[in-house]
């Protein structure tokens, strides 16, 4: 999902605009950090798969996808509400901008509340990283995934605290779009593992 600004155009000068990149460039480095990481972890559970099919299916079969699928939902619509606090914060609208990133910090949460029903369900069938290859992978890389969830609930909760006090205005948006920068890359993240945990067989 395109944050609006992530390649934002400055004052045109010219016939050819000048793009810039949205954020600190420190934040585009650690995503493409993160982004590596978790494709290790994907080409490794890949891998893995290939030689365990039989054993993958069948318990990827017993995973709630009702549950996957919502927590796709729920991650896209808080993305979205960041889109639209960032949008808010360039038209100087700082208290709109903070009860955007108060719906996305709520949509986290659903996220949150979800994935430890999801945990705890698995915890009373006894499952856990040594139960089989498919559930050590399932419950690393969701769980991998779920602290950056985390970490990224307490950015969007120090980016509503500076909305509401107008921190964020055009010509200063730099926190505001590296923390949005953070938040689109858990989300990215999410539509890649969901199918490929829950869904491809």
Same mark, same amino acid.
């Given at each position: 999902?395109?944050?609006?600004?992530?390649? $934002?155009?400055?004052?045109?000068?010219?016939?050819?605009?000048?793009?810039?990149?949205?954020?600190?460039?420190?934040?585009?480095?650690?995503?493409? *950090?993160?982004?590596?990481? #978790?494709?290790?972890?994907?080409?490794?559970?890949?891998?893995?798969?290939?030689?365990?099919?039989? %054993?993958?299916?069948?318990?990827?079969?017993?995973?709630?996808?009702? *549950? +996957?699928? %919502?927590?796709? !939902?729920?991650?896209?619509?808080?993305? @979205? #509400?960041?889109?639209?606090? !960032?949008?808010?914060?360039?038209?100087?609208?700082?208290?709109? $901008? *903070?009860?955007?990133?108060? +719906?996305?910090?709520?949509?986290?949460?659903?996220?949150?509340?979800?994935?430890?029903?999801?945990?705890?369900?698995? #915890?009373?069938?006894?499952?856990?990283?040594?139960? $089989?290859? /498919?559930?050590?992978?399932?419950?690393?890389?969701?769980?991998?995934? /779920?602290?950056? !969830?985390?970490?990224?609930?307490?950015?969007?909760?120090?980016?509503?605290?500076?909305?509401?006090? +107008?921190?964020?205005? =055009? +010509?200063?948006?730099?926190?505001?779009?590296?923390?949005?920068?953070?938040?689109?890359?858990?989300?990215?993240?999410?539509?890649? %593992?969901? =199918? %490929?945990? @829950? !869904?491809?067989?």
């Amino acid at each position: 999902m395109n944050t609006p600004g992530l390649a $934002s155009t400055l004052p045109d000068h010219g016939p050819v605009a000048e793009q810039r990149l949205a954020g600190d460039l420190a934040i585009w480095i650690f995503i493409l *950090a993160e982004l590596l990481a #978790f494709g290790v972890f994907f080409a490794a559970y890949a891998f893995t798969r290939a030689n365990h099919i039989e %054993l993958f299916d069948a318990e990827q079969q017993a995973l709630h996808r009702g *549950a +996957g699928a %919502l927590n796709t !939902v729920v991650l896209l619509t808080a993305s @979205y #509400f960041v889109v639209r606090a !960032v949008q808010a914060a360039e038209q100087r609208a700082s208290a709109l $901008s *903070a009860r955007w990133l108060l +719906g996305a910090i709520a949509c986290g949460s659903g996220f949150v509340i979800v994935k430890l029903t999801e945990y705890s369900a698995a #915890f009373e069938q006894g499952i856990s990283l040594s139960s $089989s290859p /498919f559930h050590m992978f399932y419950l690393s890389l969701t769980f991998f995934h /779920f602290m950056h !969830v985390i970490l990224g609930m307490v950015i969007l909760a120090a980016l509503w605290q500076g909305a509401r006090r +107008g921190r964020y205005q =055009p +010509g200063d948006m730099n926190g505001l779009e590296t923390g949005a920068a953070y938040w689109h890359m858990v989300d990215l993240v999410w539509l890649i %593992l969901f =199918p %490929l945990v @829950y !869904v491809i067989h």
